[in-house]
């Protein structure tokens, strides 16, 4: 391959960049996507008042996911859902750094 090919490769800035859908990432835009069909299902006006609701609520997801870090939504099921929710690779009582 000539320099000419490999320049037309787009190159990750990071390797653990977020899947995105379009321009926002994936787990935002499937809130904003759910909210707005649960609210169309009501109909044009529910559709339109669903638009504003998933605007908002995605907003203060994002806020939030920038807030609280990687991982937020693992240590909110672990601390806050039921006990037999709990999956096997979330334990509290093993204390390694890696890395």
Same mark, same amino acid.
Request: glycine share 10%; charged share 20%.
């Given at each position: 391959?000539? *320099? *000419?090919?490999?320049?037309?490769?787009?190159?990750?800035?990071?390797?653990?960049?977020?899947?995105?859908?379009?321009?926002?990432?994936?787990?935002?835009?499937?809130?904003?996507?759910? %909210?707005? %069909?649960?609210?169309?299902?009501?109909?044009?006006?529910?559709?339109?008042?669903? %638009?504003?609701?998933?605007?908002?609520?995605?907003?203060?997801?994002?806020?939030?996911?920038?807030?609280?870090?990687?991982?937020?939504?693992?240590?909110?099921?672990?601390?806050?859902?039921?006990? *037999?929710?709990?999956?096997?690779?979330?334990?509290?009582? %093993?204390? *390694?750094?890696?890395?």
């Amino acid at each position: 391959m000539t *320099e *000419e090919d490999l320049s037309n490769f787009a190159i990750p800035r990071t390797l653990d960049a977020p899947k995105m859908f379009l321009l926002w990432e994936l787990d935002v835009a499937m809130l904003f996507l759910i %909210i707005v %069909i649960l609210f169309a299902a009501m109909g044009a006006k529910g559709f339109l008042f669903g %638009i504003g609701v998933a605007i908002v609520i995605s907003r203060g997801f994002l806020r939030l996911k920038v807030e609280g870090g990687k991982g937020l939504l693992k240590r909110v099921l672990y601390w806050f859902a039921p006990s *037999e929710w709990a999956s096997q690779k979330l334990q509290s009582h %093993i204390r *390694e750094r890696v890395g």
